[in-house]
């Protein structure tokens, strides 16, 4: 380090209640202990935006590690948490804070707290069934959901109802904290702009790809993120859409596999394991990321392209919808292998090769865009 480049001002070593120590004026070995006695006295909180910390911690040359484990991920999101966090009380900064992220827990709470009732009054919690449809599922189908779960799966579809708003600073958190742990960016992006299409998006405005899904779209990818075993698997399914022949929209996808999840909530096939657990937006969320990893795991072992994206989404609704509960058993082993270091769902396969094209050129069917032959009902929400 250079003698002359750095002193400490004195408020600083005020604060620590050590004298101000000019690093030019004193041995090699005063001017070190200054330095460590100057560093004790900075609070956490300051020491993350330390001018030398900084310099020591800087990326070199760009460098990633080849494998990120669960652990470097964890402990990146508590480093992360540092300046978020008041010294003298430990509690949370405001959440305004700009470029603060925001939990599922937390996006949660606020759809818990802010009236909703005009969105309510759209919502058709269960499938309209009539003639030997209603019999066939009063006779063979699952059972219903506890009364005292009905009122979760109403918030859970009342969301699907609620639009993006970019002058709601909650959903600009949200939108910002999936660009972040999708990317590994460190900055924030506008609501706008094309970066939403590199993530598979189909135009430069997130809210115009929701139909159907609404803000439930973007809180399953804010759930999908926000845990570090899910985020890897995210990581590695985003990987996979950009593969230059297997490549399809990452984000446009999910909305997609969000539906899937409506649907089913709606048809009553996630009720039995609603019941057993006494929760409803932790099975979805849960039905939700499993089915999204065995799509990825058809789409990369059956080397479907974009052009399959209907006929895919459709069986694999279907397949869903049957069989939830070893859908999620599926999720469960693959989350223990994560932790493990020894899941991975690209395998050796290498996605690198010509650039993607940008979603909007790629012509997607979503599972709304296939006539349904089924008689169970219609896709409203």
């Not at 066939?136 to 708003?165: M, S």
């Not at 984000?251 to 394991?273: D, F, G, H, K, P």
Request: with cysteine; glycine share 6%; hydrophobic share 35%.
């Amino acid at each position: 380090m250079n003698e002359n480049s750095h002193s400490f001002n004195e408020k600083e070593l005020r604060d620590g209640q050590v004298e101000s120590v000019s690093a030019g004026s004193s041995a090699p070995c005063d001017k070190d202990s200054s330095a460590l006695l100057a560093f004790r006295g900075i609070s956490i909180s300051e020491l993350k935006n330390h001018s030398v910390l900084q310099a020591l911690t800087a990326e070199a040359n760009g460098w990633e590690p080849g494998v990120v484990s669960t652990e470097v991920l964890q402990a990146q999101e508590e480093w992360e948490a540092v300046d978020s966090i008041h010294p003298e009380t430990g509690s949370r900064a405001s959440v305004d804070q700009p470029g603060q992220l925001i939990s599922f827990s937390e996006a949660l709470q606020h759809f818990q707290t802010v009236d909703l009732s005009s969105f309510k009054k759209r919502i058709q919690p269960t499938i309209r069934r009539t003639g030997l449809a209603a019999l066939r599922h009063y006779l063979f189908g699952p059972p219903k959901l506890h009364q005292g779960l009905r009122e979760e799966r109403d918030l859970v579809l009342t969301i699907a109802q609620c639009g993006l708003d970019s002058q709601d600073p909650m959903h600009g958190r949200v939108l910002q904290t999936i660009y972040k742990k999708l990317t590994g960016s460190k900055f924030d992006c506008a609501l706008h702009g094309d970066h939403w299409e590199d993530l598979g998006f189909q135009g430069t405005n997130p809210a115009t790809d929701l139909r159907g899904a609404g803000f439930l779209a973007l809180l399953h990818l804010l759930y999908l993120v926000m845990d570090s075993k899910t985020l890897l698997m995210a990581r590695e399914i985003l990987r996979l859409s950009r593969h230059h022949i297997q490549q399809f929209p990452f984000c446009l996808m999910s909305v997609n596999i969000t539906r899937i999840a409506i649907q089913a909530l709606r048809e009553e096939c996630l009720s039995r394991e609603c019941n057993r657990q006494q929760k409803v937006i932790p099975v979805v969320n849960s039905f939700y990321a499993a089915t999204f990893l065995r799509l990825a795991h058809v789409w990369r072992t059956q080397h479907k392209t974009i052009s399959d994206s209907g006929f895919v989404l459709k069986d694999l609704e279907m397949s869903a919808k049957k069989s939830p509960r070893r859908l999620l058993k599926t999720l469960e082993i693959y989350l223990a292998g994560v932790s493990k270091g020894q899941a991975s769902l690209l395998g050796t396969q290498k996605c690198s090769g010509p650039q993607a094209p940008h979603s909007k050129d790629l012509t997607f069917i979503g599972v709304c865009d296939l006539p349904s032959h089924s008689s169970e009902g219609t896709w409203l929400i």
